[in-house]
Antibody, heavy 125, light 109 residues
Framework: EVQLVESGGGLVQPGGSLRLSCAAS????????MNWVRQAPGKGLEWVSS????????YYADSVKGRFTISRDNAESSLFLQMNSLRDDDTAVYFC??????????????????WGKGTTVTVSS | EIVLTQSPGTLSLSPGERATLSCRAS???????LAWYQQKPGQAPRLLIY???NRATGIPDRFSGSGSGSDFTLTFSRLEPEDYAVYYC??????????FGQGTRLEIK
């Protein structure tokens, strides 16, 4: 079964740090780019960061650039998000999601096809 | 940055009715990069539609997507009890430009 399981969330004070993990199973992790997407309480989805299959290409949303670092360990089929200088507005459920880009009949498609259940990060004093 | 605006914010309908959800982009976008997701309370989002009109694996044919340019629609031919959820559209314009709409809540009337 294709599965993503996040962990590492918790309560942290403003200015603190936290490291999230996402364990992948049931597919060849090293073959896919991966994403972190978050959802603040009662709000919609916000893309946070993405990393290519070999870690060569990394992107961040402006809201987290300079504070968060995405990484992966293909040997361990794991994705990580190091979060520093946390702020109240970083409070959210953080999901990892598999990136899919396919070409079918000459057309290029993009979507996120597998999602974890999420891990909750609460930034509060 | 492309902004996706979904409407209505909340839609109240009865089981068996037809439902139409809208996703409007702030400018014309490629339909191949437009996806729809379903999210139930306490659960992860679930891919429904990619490329504006292609159903993901295992998605029943009562769900359909359509549209082009800046206007896209997710349609339910006949609502089932398990369809009540929040629905998001998403656009990919090349990382780091991945955006989601604010969501439409579909609730039982």
């Amino acid at each position: 079964e294709v599965q993503l399981v996040e962990s590492g969330g918790g309560l942290v004070q403003p200015g603190g740090s936290l490291r999230l993990s996402c364990a992948a199973s049931g597919f060849t992790f090293s073959g896919f780019s991966m994403n972190w997407v978050r959802q603040a309480p009662g709000k919609g989805l916000e893309w946070v960061s993405s990393i290519s299959s070999g870690s060569a290409t990394i992107y961040y949303a402006d809201s987290v650039k300079g504070r968060f670092t995405i990484s992966r360990d293909n040997a361990e089929s794991s994705l990580f998000l190091q979060m520093n200088s946390l702020r109240d507005d970083d409070t959210a459920v953080y999901f990892c999601a598999r990136d899919r880009r396919i070409v079918a009949a000459g057309t290029d498609y993009y979507y996120m096809d597998v999602w974890g259940k999420g891990t909750t990060v609460t930034v509060s004093s | 940055e492309i902004v996706l605006t979904q409407s209505p914010g909340t839609l109240s309908l009865s089981p068996g009715e037809r439902a139409t959800l809208s996703c409007r982009a702030s400018e014309s976008i490629s339909s191949s990069y437009l996806a729809w997701y379903q999210q139930k309370p306490g659960q992860a989002p679930r891919l429904l539609i990619y490329g504006a009109s292609n159903r993901a694996t295992g998605i029943p044919d009562r769900f359909s997507g359509s549209g082009s340019g800046s206007d896209f629609t997710l349609t339910f031919s006949r609502l089932e009890p398990e369809d009540y959820a929040v629905y998001y559209c998403q656009h990919y314009a090349g990382s780091p430009r991945i955006t989601f709409g604010q969501g439409t809540r579909l609730e039982i009337k």
